[in-house]
């Protein structure tokens, strides 16, 4: 993975400006929002910035959207929403010139992500949860696919995805949907095509593969809410997303 366009837009972090609260699920501490009495549980996995990390335009520092947000809006259609802390409380941080993008993933690759989300998924089933689905935006998207390959949840969403190889699609088989951008060179649309080619090859697989035009690498959840074009587009991704959970998350 090549970190300077995934890392482009380095956050800052304030406090949570969402209406759920962070607890301890499977040890690990997560935001989480909506009924924890639903069946149907989402998990919202970030990317390498962490849980609790909006973006500031380095230009003007304007607030970009909190993935917690994001997890607000989802559960208001119903689902009990988790965004856990995979990265143990070290997101990675673009201004460390000491730890690079290759250095800080020896301590945090999407496999130790995995592992960590493991227990997480065992607390929600012990709370009655019967159907989960993994929802990852760029290093959170190699999680997911690991756990839709594990067959650990019962759904996927990918969101600009990093290390999603040819090799994790051919082995998924849950539905999966993939929403890439145009512009992207970690996960560029001949790669997402290929993605497409491969799942649609897939018989009894259902999937949904999207590309948005003239949008990088991060669209969905690092864009500048004061423009208006960006907030559209990446709000057609989240109701995308919001879609495909409402009709295979069953």
Known sequence: MSGAQCCSNPPSLNPSLGVGNVDKLGAVNSYVSGSPQSKHAVLLISDVFGYEAPNLSVKENMLYILIELLADKVAAAGYYVVVPDLLDGEPYNPQD????????????????????????????????????????????????????????????????????????????????AILGAEIDHISPPELVKQFEQVLAAKSGVLSFVKIFPKVEHGWAVRYNTEDAEAVKVAEEAHQDLLNWITKHLK
Not at 108 to 123: L, Q, R, S, V
């Open 97 to 176: 010139s000491n730890r690079p993008i290759t250095a800080w993933l020896k301590d945090h690759g999407p496999d130790k992500g995995f592992e960590a989300a493991k227990p997480i998924i065992e607390a929600l089933k012990s709370k009655g949860v019967s159907a989960i689905a993994g929802v990852g935006f760029c290093w959170g998207a190699k999680v997911v696919v690991e756990l839709a390959k594990a067959r650990l949840i019962q759904t996927a969403v990918l969101l600009h995805p990093s290390f999603v190889t040819l090799d994790d699609i051919k082995v998924v088989d849950t539905p999966i």
